[in-house]
């Protein structure tokens, strides 16, 4: 009984992101030595996903996430220890109509 080997494939995309298959590993190996594409890797290592290079030949991966708005921020507390403490966003129930609006949308059936 022969063992048939699974061969991995990479997630292939263009520069804005729009998925355009997948390649071989060996084939992406190929494409990121003569530097076409930029590689995108797994938290463990592994190579995900290949984007392919922009117009002007810059990567099309970020090398950071974007920070974004900050929700949350350390406190001191009174009686000495740092705690977390939530960001308020918006004044008493000012949002609540909005966030009951947005829920209301997300459970109607299409």
């Known amino acids: 009984m022969s063992s048939q080997v699974k061969r991995q494939q990479i997630a292939f995309y263009a520069a804005d992101g ?3 298959g ?3 590993s060996e084939s ?3 494409l990121l ?5 930029s590689p995108a890797y797994g938290r463990k ?3 995900k996903a290949i984007f392919a290079k922009k117009a002007d030949g810059s990567s099309a991966v970020e090398n950071t996430a974007h920070g974004g708005t900050r ?3 350390r406190e001191r507390l009174e009686s000495g220890p740092l705690a977390w403490k939530l960001k308020k966003l918006g004044k008493g129930d ?13 459970m109607t059936s299409s």
């Open 33 to 37: 030595a003569l530097d076409l594409v």
């Open 94 to 106: 000012e949002l609540r109509p909005i966030f009951l609006q947005v829920v209301a949308d997300c």
């Open 71 to 73: 929700y949350w921020f």
């Open 45 to 47: 290592g592994h190579l």
């Open 18 to 20: 729009t998925p355009m």
């Open 22 to 24: 997948y390649r071989s």
């Open 28 to 30: 992406a190996q190929r």
